[in-house]
């Protein structure tokens, strides 16, 4: 038997927690510079955002479960000036480009690793580290 057989349990998804003190704003960043859509799915008493996500697809298909989530979970705290993630895209330069057109200036050149792959660095707007790769 194997051991993947014998521990009885497979991860079906993964994401990142991104913690910020304004939601509403974190999100727009990520719609209006990465092209994203968002879900504010608890607020506070004051309106303010507790908990949300931020997602690359079409929230139709994100709704519907059939593909792996490949967004943020986000929450209301205080941000960590930190590394956050290692995303892999189709499309990297796109991406770049994208970023760019949209007014979004922090962000390395797209570089070509000894490794083959491609990568470049994104900092969000709360100062959060994206390294981003194909």
């Excluded at 970023?99 to 792959?117: A, M, R, S």
Aim: aromatic fraction near 14%; glycine fraction near 8%.
């Amino acid at each position: 038997m194997s051991k993947f057989s014998e521990k009885g349990y497979f991860v079906k998804e993964n994401s990142p927690i991104y913690l910020t003190m304004d939601m509403d704003r974190t999100v727009k960043w990520f719609e209006d510079t990465l092209g994203w859509y968002s879900n504010i799915v608890e607020r506070d008493s004051d309106g303010n955002g507790c908990y949300g996500v931020v997602f690359d697809m079409l929230p139709e298909i994100e709704l519907t479960h059939l593909a792996p989530f490949t967004g943020i979970q986000i929450f209301k705290g205080q941000p960590e000036h930190r590394l956050i993630s290692f995303m892999q895209v189709k499309g990297i330069e796109k991406m770049h480009d994208y970023i760019i057109l949209n007014g979004w200036n922090e962000i390395t050149e797209v570089q070509t690793q000894p490794w083959g792959g491609k990568t470049c660095s994104l900092t969000t707007v709360d100062g959060y580290v994206i390294n981003i790769f194909e």
